[in-house]
């Protein structure tokens, strides 16, 4: 899949995605103190699933109502050591193919996801 990773993203799992095969862009190394409506604008020409821990997202795809045919993944985990947490992302990007098109929020039990029109 094609993913555009936030700045709050760790490390560790941009670099695993990509050794799993993923087409990854990070905030970090390209977008970095861009805004939000920058990112998503990339993500959208770029037909990229957004991976986030900002909310802010979730008010630009639907408060603001700006088309958002990519898709968006934010985390809201609870606390605990980054390698276990970048364990968990992991684990829930790959726990499914069908994000594109959807604003999907991931909680340490469960993932809840709400389509994007």
């Given at each position: 899949?094609k993913?555009?990773l ?7 799992v941009?670099?695993q995605l ?10 970090k ?9 920058i990112?998503l ?10 991976v ?5 997202f979730g ?5 603001k109502?700006?088309?958002s ?6 985390f809201?985990l609870?606390g605990?050591a980054p390698?276990d947490?970048?364990?968990?992302m ?11 098109g959807q604003f999907?929020v991931?909680r340490?039990?469960f ?7």
């Amino acid at each position: 899949m094609k993913f555009l990773l936030d700045e709050n993203i760790p490390l560790s799992v941009i670099r695993q995605l990509r050794e799993r095969g993923h087409d990854v862009l990070s905030a970090k190394e390209s977008l970095r103190a861009e805004n939000d409506e920058i990112v998503l604008e990339r993500a959208q020409r770029e037909s990229r699933v957004v991976v986030t821990q900002d909310k802010d997202f979730g008010e630009l795809a639907f408060r603001k109502r700006l088309p958002s045919s990519c898709g968006i993944i934010l985390f809201r985990l609870s606390g605990g050591a980054p390698d276990d947490e970048a364990r968990r992302m992991l684990q829930a990007i790959e726990s499914r193919n069908d994000w594109t098109g959807q604003f999907s929020v991931i909680r340490d039990a469960f993932i809840r996801m709400r389509p994007l029109k």
